[in-house]
């Protein structure tokens, strides 16, 4: 691997990396310095590079990134400068943003690709207006009934078609990967319920 993949490949692998003279430890510049107290401000991880201990990185980098001096900062492969640009996007409050949203956990995002109980219900309500819902299950698999008088009459496929249209976009999507699904008429599902046994008597206590 050249010097120069090995420099794109730490940018790609790393959201937030600073190239620097020392370590964050024991930076060995007084703009490293610097700059590592400004990123430790924020409580946002990140990588870093002491050019120090890398001298070839330290002579190939500046080709690289258009840029002569260290500290070099990069955010998602992008430079955004040296000690005095992060020193002002840090004053006028725009550095934490940036770096938040370039370090926002995977799992965060899989979350949001990933549809809530909550959509589910309101896509069918939208269609069935006064049903009752019950969801288990969690993120895309999810066992879903549908308790609606809007199904007297029609036959079960019937019914399973007009409930599962409802959730078509995010199952083209592929935020909705699974379903199990239930529909019951009210009196259907009154009559499901076990009924109380008259033989037994509850003590309140």
Not at 132 to 146: F, M, P, W, Y
Not at 169 to 188: D, Q, Y
Request: charged share 15%; aromatic share 6%; with cysteine.
């Amino acid at each position: 691997m050249s010097v120069k993949e090995k420099i794109l490949q730490q940018l790609a692998e790393n959201p937030v990396i600073i190239y620097m003279k020392g370590l964050p430890s024991a930076p060995e510049c007084g703009f490293s310095a610097k700059t590592v107290a400004i990123l430790n401000q924020t409580k946002i991880p990140y990588a870093y590079v002491n050019v120090l201990q890398a001298p070839f990185i330290r002579e190939k980098l500046p080709s690289i990134s258009k840029w002569p001096t260290y500290p070099q900062v990069f955010i998602n492969g992008e430079l955004i400068g040296g000690a005095d640009i992060v020193e002002a996007m840090h004053n006028d409050g725009s550095l934490l943003p940036k770096l938040q949203a370039a370090v926002k956990p995977a799992a965060d995002a899989a979350a949001s690709q990933t549809i809530t109980h909550s959509e589910v219900e309101a896509l069918i309500l939208a269609e069935y207006p006064g049903a009752k819902i019950a969801i288990e299950g969690q993120g895309c698999d999810l066992n879903i009934t549908v308790v609606s008088d809007l199904f007297a009459e029609q036959p079960m496929i019937k019914q399973h078609q007009g409930v599962m249209a409802t959730l078509s976009e995010p199952l083209a999507s592929g935020r909705l990967h699974a379903v199990t699904l239930k529909t019951h008429t009210a009196a259907a599902w009154a009559a499901l319920q076990p009924a109380a046994n008259p033989g037994l008597l509850q003590i309140q206590i």
